[in-house]
């Protein structure tokens, strides 16, 4: 409010015309009859900019209250749940801010409903969020091409975040070589003993797949086996398989892993 009284005042002065005063110094003759068409012309100028600093101030407003959405990482004033480590759940809206898909959330703020205010909140207090129809958990991603090799991103969650072995997707847009924007969506994995995730397209699991894959989830030995043996929907070849099948696979091993005893 201190900022909107100073503009103000500031436009106030600069637009305030000094003309008729000066005339009136110059040609005392004049001076009623310049009076009259001061206060005639105060009152004009007045009126125009107090105009003019309506439209500045919901300028101002606008820019600071505007809506943007380049990524679930990168995005304000959305609205969106947000969930707390505390148990709390509050609705409002949102403001994340990332440098790029490979920097880490630093921290967010989000402004409740019943608020005029927006609070910070920080890796530490969040678990996740629920924005335009999906779950996203908050979660450490243990990554080459990421800053410092790894980074806190909201990922969307695309199995159950109670289950032993659990699903994650980052979508982002990019330039390529040819420099058209295309989406680009990773898939991450993370067993529920590890407070880290990992690039399902990293050495972690690929190449040799079904080796590292049945090793990295041999305390499950019938879903081990299964995809050791290269068994039909277990397994999938590195180089000339799409993602969509790479993704089904990983959701069939999921499912069957969550089952195990």
């Known amino acids: 409010m201190k900022i909107f009284q100073s503009l103000y005042y500031f436009f106030g002065q600069l637009i305030r015309p000094p003309f008729p005063l000066f005339f009136a110094k110059a040609f005392p003759k004049q001076k009623n009859e310049l009076h009259s068409g001061r206060v005639a012309s105060d009152s004009t100028f007045q009126n125009i900019w107090k105009l003019a600093i ?6 101002f407003i606008s820019c600071n209250s505007s809506s943007f959405y380049h990524n679930v990482n990168d995005m304000g004033g959305q609205p969106a749940t947000l969930y ?28 409740e409903n019943s608020s005029n205010t927006y609070q ?3 890796p530490q207090d969040i678990a996740g969020i629920y924005f ?21 991103k909201f990922l ?3 199995t159950p975040n109670d289950g032993n072995l659990q699903l994650f997707e ?3 847009t990019q330039k390529n070589s040819f420099g058209d924007i295309e989406r680009i969506t990773k898939l991450y994995i993370k067993l529920a003993r590890s407070n880290e995730v990992f690039d ?15 090793r990295f989830l041999s305390d ?42």
């Open 84 to 111: 707390l480590n505390n148990g709390k759940v509050l609705n409002g809206k949102l403001e994340i801010r990332s440098f790029d898909e490979f920097s880490s959330v630093q921290k967010i703020t989000f402004k």
């Open 170 to 172: 980052d979508e982002y």
């Open 132 to 152: 335009n129809g999906a779950k996203y958990s908050l979660e450490l991603v243990q990554a080459m091409d990421m800053w410092n090799k790894r980074a806190y």
């Open 220 to 261: 499950c030995p019938s879903v081990s086996q299964k995809i050791l043996n290269k068994e039909k929907d277990f397994s999938y070849a590195f180089v000339n398989q799409g993602e969509t099948q790479r993704k089904q696979v990983w959701m069939n091993i999921a499912f069957e892993y969550n089952l195990c005893k």
């Open 156 to 158: 969307k969650n695309i």
């Open 120 to 122: 910070w909140f920080y």
């Open 54 to 59: 309506a439209i500045i101030l919901t300028l």
């Open 200 to 214: 399902a397209q990293s050495d972690r699991f690929v190449p040799n797949f079904n080796e590292k894959v049945s």
